[in-house]
């Protein structure tokens, strides 16, 4: 049964893993817990099955671990597209200093420090962006902020 970000979300909100503010679109996962960190691999597992299109934002140089590298593509400009079945620890690995952005399914011309952003200027950049997720991942890897698009709204 394959989740969406939503629901993983609201499943496991606690004190380190909450919404920033109303519209329940915003959601902050701090610390390096055990629960949080099975969230962040729900939430990875879930873009890379649900999105038909995932990017990573990330400054770093391609992925070294060969199970990954058949799942992605150098779009230039620190950009990486991730193609299906890529796997989640592997990309976890590859991800851990922070410093990334993971979205889907286009491809913003600029990007916005969302770990910094208010709510509402996430919501916007989203909406503006025509995402359906996005992850912001600050530097080593803790917090990270998640902004759901429409479509995923939670509703209470």
Not at 3 to 29: F, H, M, N, Q, T
Not at 77 to 104: E, H
Not at 120 to 148: C, K
Request: charged share 25%; net charge negative; with cysteine.
């Amino acid at each position: 049964m394959n989740l969406d970000p939503a629901s993983v979300l609201r499943a496991a909100e606690s004190s380190l893993i909450r919404r920033k503010g109303p519209s329940g679109r915003v959601w902050e996962l701090t610390g390096s817990s055990k629960r949080t960190e099975v969230v962040r691999n729900q939430l990875l597992q879930c873009v890379l099955a649900n999105c038909t299109r995932v990017l990573v934002c990330y400054d770093e140089e391609e992925a070294p671990d060969a199970a990954l590298q058949p799942h992605l593509a150098n779009m230039g400009r620190g950009r990486f597209a991730i193609t299906g079945g890529a796997p989640v620890k592997s990309l976890r690995d590859w991800l851990y200093l922070g410093n990334w952005q993971m979205m889907g399914p286009h491809d913003p011309q600029d990007l916005v420090d969302i770990v910094r952003a208010s709510e509402g200027q996430a919501v916007r950049f989203v909406d503006e962006n025509n995402l359906d997720i996005l992850i912001d991942s600050f530097h080593d890897d803790s917090p990270w902020v998640v902004v759901l698009g429409r479509q995923s709204a939670l509703s209470d």
